[in-house]
């Protein structure tokens, strides 16, 4: 047994932890799970280095991680962290193999599912930090997510086909059931629940939107676990690009957007059924249709926060409003409900430049303001602050004077105002479907919050264009991946400027 700590031991041990916590990029380096007494338990803390830029990180020295005699990695991170080998970066990133080149024989032909996991161990474990699978698909993975608890895994492929996976104690992944579900590639995949039950929605290039269910009753691996209870045609002659859920306590909302430009929000018409009939809400066109001989890009996020953020809850918009983010072509726009359950466009991110491929929202109501994060085909990850302006919730609360109107929120005109009616929950969401100015995303109104939004950030380490991007839990952490078949790991510093952490590349 080992002798007692003495009272000089204990304080030399925490003027070391103090010592650490001192550094200004400290966090880069430690995972949730973390003591700061287990983070200094190497030894002395190294001294305080300076923060860099992306560019000078990304040299800095390699860890080589083998995980496995088919796939091994090299994992990059700054010198203050590979000199205290105890720090572990947990991270947790769905990567599917759409955005990787076939030409890169590293990737075994898109045969691989590549995940981090977590290590509490860190780089003293000879357990590797990284795993890569067969995902068993006869062709591409062209899109992955998990359930709300990460414990389940869906993947999409062009053969047709989904496979549901669940994690086993082991950190391994087994599949649960696989089906044929669409009649042509599966283009997007998304989980819904658990509050309503297990389901899964799918889209596919033959233009269907399908609904699947969770039979626990069936045996795993029959094919016919998730059973088919809804499914609805594009209403153009485009095809589904992307989907996603929205839960609101019980209730369920469902986006989509097709390849030219056509966005619906739909809701059931019991939310207590969603395996029963769905009813479209609201339609609006994001933007022109693009020719069909060019290349075309949408895709749909939710806001998933429980609440939207609290200067805008301030300024008067409904803390129920449904916050959606769409990328049309080189553009987002943000759409948000009044508090007649009404659409209207609440900001737009431009300055792309090229097609976005992928939004990313951060988690964080209290910080005040959102934050968004894009993914383009000229390489460039872009991070946008989508800020309330002042005047908007001053006015709200008082803190100026009342009879002025902000020009944020101009007055609607009258005749317009006079001929609405008041309505509100799901009637009015059938309302902003029938036309009118309910259709119209740029009315103004009192529960109209507009905001500001503004460029903070621009990462161009990426070799090629950047397909998926995605932030972590507490919203300092963005993970993402692309053509350069890479994986890069980009992490908030005290100062708020964004710095490439870590880089996971496939070698030959």
Known sequence: MAPPLTVDEIQEQLEGVNLMLGRRNVLRGLSPSQLPSAAVSSGTPSPPVEERTGEE???????????????PFTYTRPPFDASSPSRSLTAYLDISANPLEPTSASWHSHTDLIFPMANEAGFQSSAPAFS?????????????????????MVTGSSDHCIKVWEMKGDGTWSVLDAWKAHDAEVVDVKWNGPFTGNHIGSIGEDGMFKLWEEDVVEVPGSGKRFKLVYEQK??????????????????????????????????PVDHDNVSGEWRE???TQVCPPPPPAEEASFRVHFHHDKLPAFELVLAGLDRKALSLAVGAMDSVKIYRTDRERRFYLAAELKGHGSLVRDIAWANGASRGWDQL?????????????????????????????????????PSPPKTKAAA??????????????????????????????????????????????????????????????GDDGSVRFWQRATSGRWLEAAEVTASG
């Open 57 to 71: 990180v990304g040299g800095e020295a390699e860890v080589r991680l083998d995980a496995g005699t088919e796939s």
């Open 132 to 152: 890569a699978f067969k995902h068993g698909h006869s062709d591409l993975v062209l899109s992955v997510d998990y359930n709300l608890y990460g414990k389940r």
């Open 234 to 267: 594009s209403g153009t002659r485009s095809p589904y690009m992307s989907i996603d859920f929205k839960n609101v306590n019980t209730e369920t909302y469902l986006a989509l957007v097709t390849r030219d430009g056509l966005l619906t929000v739909s809701e």
């Open 281 to 283: 809400i609201w339609r």
């Open 373 to 409: 994060a894009t993914a383009a085909t000229d390489g460039r990850i872009r991070v946008f602050d989508v800020v309330t302006p002042a005047t908007a919730y001053a006015t709200r609360t008082g803190l100026v004077d009342h009879s002025a109107t902000p020009a944020e929120v």
């Open 420 to 481: 609405r009616p008041a309505r509100s929950g799901i009637g009015a969401g059938l309302a902003s479907a029938s036309g009118g100015d309910a259709h119209d995303t740029t009315v103004a109104g009192p529960s109209r919050v507009r905001q500001n939004a503004t460029l903070v950030a621009e990462l161009g380490q990426h070799a090629a264009a950047v397909w998926r991007l995605s932030f972590s839990a507490n919203a300092n952490t963005l993970v993402s991946t």
